[in-house]
């Protein structure tokens, strides 16, 4: 599968998305060195500076129906846990949906986005943007954010990583095409899952409600149980713990 490596870019989200909507791409990757324009999700940018960290996107071409796009941003988030883990040492952990934590700070964020009509995908693209060798973070952040290299206090290889993750990535996609949900990554899933067991509060774009997390669902669902005892399947949204 093809790899396209840019030094500096604006976004390689923005990039695959270009390559996407002229070229069939499917399992093409976009990496780049800096971004000038890394965007994060709900509007947010992403701080991606030069040599640092691992900015990169994944075209994939899925046959299957435009609301089981969410679910690949799991898979994402796991491969990317697997891979830290096991070239760091580290325990990297998800907090739900696909926010990667280490010592309870924020690893790596991804970005999915996807072109797409009512039953069709022309194209969907995996966004990872992992911190890996940064020294240090803006005062805004730093409470929040983290790279490898802080916590294991050592550098690590990024092109290692990248690999890495799309090895996961490729076995964990194939898997998913089977049976079209993710039966078969509940349960590691879960395992990795932060917020599992602790009270959670669900921000939602009309409401925000508190409850306990259970888990995901074979949908990517978190279900959430409230001090009724009644449990609510969260589609998406964002937690703070
Ligand atoms: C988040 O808000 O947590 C998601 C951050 C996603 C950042 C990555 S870096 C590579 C890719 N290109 C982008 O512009 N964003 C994603």
Not at 197 to 206: A, L
Request: aromatic share 8%; glycine share 8%.
């Amino acid at each position: 599968k093809e790899v396209r490596f840019y030094d500096e870019i604006d976004s390689t989200n923005m990039e695959a998305r270009r390559h996407a909507e002229a070229h069939e791409s499917h399992g093409m990757v976009i990496l780049a060195e800096q971004q000038n324009a890394g965007k994060g999700r709900r509007g947010r940018n992403w701080v991606s500076p030069k040599g640092t960290g691992i900015w990169m996107s994944l075209i994939l071409k899925p046959e299957f129906a435009p609301e089981k796009a969410s679910m690949l941003t799991l898979l994402g988030a796991l491969a990317g846990a697997e891979a830290i883990k096991d070239c760091t040492g580290l325990d990297c952990r998800i907090k739900w949906p696909n926010d990667l934590v280490v010592n309870g700070k924020k690893v790596c964020g991804i970005l999915t986005e996807m072109s797409s009509e009512i039953d069709y995908i022309h194209y969907v693209i995996i966004g990872m943007g992992i911190n890996v060798n940064a020294d240090f973070f803006p005062d805004d952040i730093c409470h929040v954010a983290t790279s490898l290299k802080l916590e294991g206090k050592q550098n690590y290889m990024r092109n290692q990583i990248a690999a890495k993750i799309l090895f996961y990535l490729e076995k964990h996609y194939e898997k998913f095409c089977n049976y079209g949900d993710l039966r078969d990554f509940v349960k590691e899933y879960n395992l990795l899952l932060i917020n599992r067991g602790k009270e959670v509060k669900i921000i939602d774009s009309n409401h925000t409600f508190t409850g306990e997390a259970l888990g995901i669902d074979s949908e990517g669902r978190l279900l959430v149980k409230d001090a009724a005892g009644q449990i609510t399947e969260v589609m998406s949204g964002e937690v703070s713990v």
